[in-house]
């Protein structure tokens, strides 16, 4: 069974720039995508980004969140089993719980039902 962890929350002033990592372990057979989503206090989850597994030949991104979000693909590691959302220009309703997530099916994947397994999140703070 396949885990997901995130890491690398925390605070951030407004305009400034955060990057959140997803390291994952176990069996990811079959599951060929790590969405990025984030769910803000008495908010539903909201999609930011979708990559494929494989290095990265595939990126979604929210309309959103286009210009200002990367996501990638450790290519260091023996393993590449971290994933990464570089975030820039924070704002303040950017403050929220973010969340990794793996999906077996192709597309974008934006609604968080197409998803199987899920970390729980790390906090992301955007001060004014």
């Known amino acids: 069974q396949v885990q997901l962890v995130e890491s690398g929350g925390g605070s951030v002033e407004a305009g400034g720039s955060l990057s959140i990592s997803c390291s994952t372990s176990?069996?990811?057979?079959?599951?060929?995508?790590i969405g990025w989503f984030r769910q803000a206090p008495g908010r539903g989850r909201e999609w930011l980004a979708t990559i494929s597994k494989d290095g990265g030949s595939t990126i979604y991104y929210a309309d959103s969140v286009k210009a200002r979000f990367t996501v990638s693909q450790d290519d260091h590691s023996r393993t590449r089993r971290a994933w990464y959302q570089q975030m820039n220009n924070m704002k303040p309703e950017h403050t929220a719980m973010y969340y990794c997530?793996?999906?077996?099916?192709?597309?974008?994947?934006?609604?968080?039902?197409?998803?199987?397994?899920w970390g729980k999140g790390t906090r992301v703070t955007v001060s004014s």
């Open positions: 997530a793996t999906k077996k099916c192709d597309g974008a994947g934006s609604q968080p039902g197409r998803y199987t397994t």
């Open positions: 176990g069996n990811m057979y079959g599951l060929n995508y």
